[in-house]
């Protein structure tokens, strides 16, 4: 493989098999680009090889002729693996004869090797592998000449040309059995006389353009007496003698035959497909009609089912709500007294009181008198006082000391019953809850700090304690905790007694029980606004329902129309193929008469599309000889001017009327 570019390489290849070989070698080892210009490509191998490349990322650009041969191979899977193929379509004489690959921008193989599987193996060809920087940059140059003017004129690559035979195929979908069928037969009569009349050796023709132009020198000024020789050939070929006559008249008498038959068949077969697909229409209607009715009779019985139970039920708890609301609007009535709950509880609440006050007192009386009563008895030598937390003396004792002692008491123990009744003078919870809790913790626990220490005074003042009272002391003497507990436990059980004891009352008084009873009624009138509310839930439900049901009774009307309908439409379109029948076959025959009309008469029309192919193929071996003998730009020059000697020669038949009336130029 020729790899540097420093260095000049440039080797000429003789021999088809080295010539195919050294092209697979090249491509196989394409890293990034391949330009091909080819007018014949068919060779399978070389193109699984491009594919493959294009399947690896490779850039491949491919321009190839617009000719029959190259519609072998699928070209349009280059397009899906993101190429670029295009077709150039012949003008003129203008066939794309280019026979060169540009590979990676690095190396060139030009010469007048075909990409065909004839050119590998019964061709004798050549072709020039070179690096010359020179000479690779002008190929690029022509491959992109090529291109742009291909964009100029307005040519469309592959894959355009391969959406507009789509386009064709649905147009041909659009005309009626009748016209296809006619359309066709004259096809095949076209291709018919246009294979027997025009029929040459292809091969033989471009062997003479290549001798031709090996015998001149590629002299384009001898090319126009070689088209003449050409056109001669091509006159007398068209030329149809009785034998020829013959064989035609006959093979359009069997394709009439069988144009009609097939004709015959495709409107039998479009009949039956027809009348099945009328079948499957009607059973498909009938379907749908009952299915329409199944979903009416399905909504339907939703509907009552909402109507009958889910708003009936809504309804019912509206009236019970009523019911409730009517009887707590009633006027209150007194309930009856409960003495057995009332009596435990007065009796409770006294003597919790009666408890309270007593032990209150005789904490009342250690706090202010006991200390110093017991001085003074100590001092007269009389019986000393109690040393404990509970004195039933302490009422008399207070008494004695006048009317101050007992205003005091009775102000001492006031204040932690308050606390535990505070309840009378206000019901918010924010101020009861905090004062009950300062009544029993810190009022009780004050008490029972001071009562503990007045009796640890007396002790000490009695020498039975030789300690000075402290502060810490108090949480391990047994009377200050004697002291909380019995007075905290005792204002506890009051709060419970004295709630009960109010409840009591307040069931029985008029203005709560109104009260009460407003709330309630409040309560069931929202219960009744939601239930009111799911209640319009409902019919808007229904009437979403109902109105799908309106829907579904228009679809059922429609479709009992359409099926009604059917039985026309078959009849219609058997109608229509009678008739196609009829007329299609009388086309038929009269398209044959007037061929073998031509054929008879010697006036059979031949398009000048099979002259320009078979200049074509001259020129094919023409340029194959230039290529051959001359360096690539003189080849090319020399193609260019074999070519505008060709255009000018049709130019000139022309112009001047030379052409044969039965070619037809348009």
Not at 66 to 93: C, M
Not at 442 to 454: C, E, M, N, Q
Request: proline share 2%; aromatic share 8%.
């Amino acid at each position: 493989m020729i790899t540097s570019q420093h260095s000049l390489e440039q080797e000429v290849l003789q021999d088809n098999k080295e010539i195919f070989a050294r092209l697979v070698k090249e491509l196989e080892g394409a890293d990034f680009e391949l330009l091909i210009a080819t007018a014949w490509f068919t060779d399978e191998e070389l193109f699984d090889i491009v594919k493959s490349k294009a399947a690896q990322r490779v850039s491949v650009k491919l321009i190839i002729a617009d000719n029959q041969e190259n519609r072998k191979l699928p070209f349009d899977e280059l397009v899906a693996l993101g190429a670029s193929v295009t077709k150039i379509k012949g003008a003129g004489y203008g066939n794309m004869n280019q026979k060169f690959c540009v590979i990676d921008k690095r190396i060139a193989m030009h010469g007048s090797y075909n990409w065909s599987v004839n050119a590998r193996k019964n061709n004798h060809e050549s072709i020039i592998v070179t690096n010359h920087t020179e000479t690779v940059a002008s190929l690029i140059d022509t491959f992109n000449d090529i291109e742009n003017k291909i964009t100029s004129q307005g040519e469309q690559p592959i894959e355009d040309n391969i959406q507009t035979d789509k386009s064709e195929v649905l147009k041909l979908e659009k005309h009626t059995a009748k016209e296809h069928a006619v359309s066709e037969f004259t096809k095949v009569l076209d291709s018919m006389i246009a294979a027997e009349i025009g029929n040459f050796d292809r091969s033989m023709l471009s062997k003479q353009g290549y001798e031709r132009s090996k015998f001149n020198n590629g002299d384009h000024q001898v090319l126009t007496k070689a088209l003449d020789t050409v056109y001669s050939v091509f006159i007398n070929d068209i030329d149809v003698v009785e034998d020829k006559k013959r064989r035609l008249l006959t093979k359009i008498d069997e394709q009439e035959i069988k144009s009609i038959n097939a004709f015959q068949e495709s409107l039998a077969l479009q009949l039956q497909s027809a009348e099945v697909e009328s079948e499957n229409e009607i059973l498909n209607a009938k379907n749908k009609l009952i299915n329409l009715k199944s979903d009416v009779e399905k909504n339907s019985q939703i509907i009552d089912g909402i109507k009958n139970t889910k708003i009936e039920f809504h309804q019912n708890i509206i009236g019970e709500i009523k019911d409730k609301i009517r009887h707590a609007k009633r006027e209150f009535i007194s309930p009856k007294f409960k003495w057995y709950e009332f009596i435990p509880v007065l009796t409770a609440n006294i003597c919790l009181i009666i408890y309270l006050f007593i032990f209150y007192s005789s904490a009342c009386y250690i706090l202010l008198f006991a200390v110093e009563d017991s001085k003074i008895a100590m001092q007269s030598g009389l019986e000393s006082i109690p040393m404990e937390i509970f004195n039933p003396k302490a009422i008399n004792l207070t008494i004695e000391k006048g009317g101050s002692g007992i205003l005091f008491i009775f102000l001492f123990v006031s204040i932690p019953i308050f606390c535990a009744l505070i309840k009378l003078f206000t019901k918010n919870n924010w101020i009861v809850v905090p004062m009950f809790l300062v009544g029993i913790l810190l009022i009780d626990t004050a008490i029972a700090y001071k009562v503990s220490s007045a009796i640890h005074q007396m002790k000490f003042d009695s020498g039975d304690s030789n300690e000075v009272w402290r502060v810490e002391m108090a949480f391990s003497d047994p009377n200050f905790y004697l002291v909380f507990l019995l007075g905290g436990f005792g204002l506890l059980m009051l709060k419970f007694a004295f709630d009960k004891l109010m409840s009591i009352f307040d069931e029985r008084n008029p203005d709560i029980a109104s009260l009460r009873s407003n709330v309630l009624v409040d309560q069931m009138g929202e219960d009744i606004s939601l239930e009111e509310a799911k209640i319009v839930l409902l019919k808007e439900e229904i009437q979403s329902i109902e109105s799908v049901n309106i829907g579904l009774d228009a679809q059922f009307k429609i479709n009992e129309v359409y099926l009604s309908t059917l039985p026309n439409k078959l009849n219609l379109i058997k109608e229509l193929k009678k008739t196609d029948l009829i007329t299609g076959k009388q086309h038929i025959s009269d398209i044959a008469t007037i061929y073998k009309s031509h054929v008879q008469n010697d006036n059979i029309p031949i398009s000048i599309d099979s002259l320009r192919d078979r200049i074509n193929i001259f020129l094919e071996g023409w340029n194959d000889f230039l290529h051959e003998r001359y360096s690539i730009p003189l080849a090319m020059e020399k193609s260019r001017e074999a070519f505008d000697t060709a255009v000018s020669w049709q130019t000139e038949k022309m112009k001047n009327s030379y052409i044969d009336k039965r070619v037809q130029i348009s």
